[in-house]
């Protein structure tokens, strides 16, 4: 082996000669061997520490996986915010109106088939064309309330839609970065595509099947009503 001494000296000889007469050179293996046990010991404070972390992790992303499979009813508070955020630049006024549009429409589409009956026994001292012109009256009433009460629903839904879009992308950008490490990339993604499909699409869809569909429900039975008294008799009460 041979080795350099600091002040440019060579010496030459075995590990063990060399180990022996040269103080340089046990010096250096000295340093060797505190520098490979310094590392050792960086290595293991890493290892738990990288474990540490890990099994945090899990903690936090089983805490995780219990809050998303938690069932149950939907709080009156989660309608309640839903709904403010649906108003809009009509604010609350917007709901009152949602009502009246419906409740033209269905009244037009229960009454039009009435106004058909006093047209056939000629109940009311009215020329034909004037059967035919409050008809057509209805028809375009009963078309025109429709429609504009969809396209509020529509607005309505619109507006909670992007509004709840706006806040969660906000909360997550604003997101620790844990967050972030203990969710999969496809669980997030999915609030910004299947759960804001369902808030643009089916959402609205159902909203419409219910109110309408409750709408028409709701008007037959006062038609029966009206007509025929007894029939309110049928009709579920509290006191039932």
């Known amino acids: 082996m041979i080795f350099m001494n600091g002040d440019g000296t060579v010496d030459t000889g075995k590990f063990g000669e060399l180990n022996q007469h040269n103080e340089g050179f046990r010096s250096l293996l000295e340093f060797a061997g ?12 890493t290892t738990r520490k990288v474990e540490t972390f890990n099994d945090n992790a899990n903690e936090e992303f089983s805490s995780d996986q219990h809050e998303i499979t938690t069932n149950g009813t939907i709080a009156a508070s989660t309608y309640s915010r839903y709904l403010k955020l649906s108003t809009g630049v009509f ?52 078309i025109t309330s429709l429609y504009l009460c969809m396209c509020l629903e529509s607005y309505m839904v619109t507006n909670s839609s992007k509004f709840l879009h706006l806040m969660s992308l906000d909360k997550v950008f604003n997101a620790p970065m844990s967050f972030i490490d203990t969710n999969p990339i496809g669980r997030i993604l999915n609030r910004f595509t299947t759960d804001t499909d369902v808030l643009d699409n089916e959402i609205i869809d ?35």
Not at 217 to 228: A, D, N, P, S, T
């Open 34 to 45: 505190d520098q490979s046990k310094e590392n050792k010991l960086v290595k293991v404070e």
């Open 91 to 142: 604010g609350f006024t917007v709901f009152p109106l949602v009502i009246f549009l419906l409740f033209v429409c269905t009244f037009g589409y229960v009454f039009l088939n009435v106004w058909l009956s006093y047209w056939a026994k000629q109940s009311f001292p009215l020329t034909g064309p004037q059967y035919q012109g409050i008809y057509i009256s209805i028809i375009f009433g009963t």
């Open 206 to 240: 159902q909203l419409k099947l219910f109110i309408h569909s409750g709408g028409q429900i709701v008007g037959v039975l006062i038609l029966c009503i009206c007509y025929l008294p007894w029939f309110a008799i049928a009709v579920p009460n509290e006191s039932d």
